[in-house]
């Protein structure tokens, strides 16, 4: 993926997260899911996954392509944010739906 290609995509997560909007994201095959695209709401972004993640701020830190966005996939049944990895979203659609937080979590960006 192009530089400008993964400006362009880290910027429409945080514009749709800072409007509290769900966006479209392609993501790869993973064990769980099929390769495709994947209605998303986008909460924050950080270093790694779990409790070894150090939150990253939107806009002041440097954010690269290892780095993971923390996003609720919705209509997942499970209660919790997933994990993915900026480099591996391809494509971006916005869906121009917008969402309430879910379990008071906060949307960093």
Not at 44 to 53: P, R
Request: charge should be positive; glycine fraction near 8%.
């Amino acid at each position: 993926m192009k530089i400008d290609d993964f400006r362009k995509i880290v910027f429409q997560i945080a514009k749709a997260a800072q409007n509290r909007e769900t966006i479209a994201i392609y993501y790869p095959k993973t064990d769980n899911s099929c390769a495709g695209f994947r209605e998303i709401e986008p909460y924050s972004l950080s270093t790694d996954i779990g409790k070894m993640g150090e939150h990253l701020v939107y806009g002041e830190d440097l954010i690269g392509s290892g780095h993971i966005l923390n996003a609720y996939t919705v209509g997942s049944k499970v209660n919790h944010c997933g994990s993915f990895i900026l480099g591996k979203i391809t494509q971006i659609k916005p869906t121009n739906k917008k969402f309430i937080p879910r379990n008071n979590w906060q949307v960093e960006f």
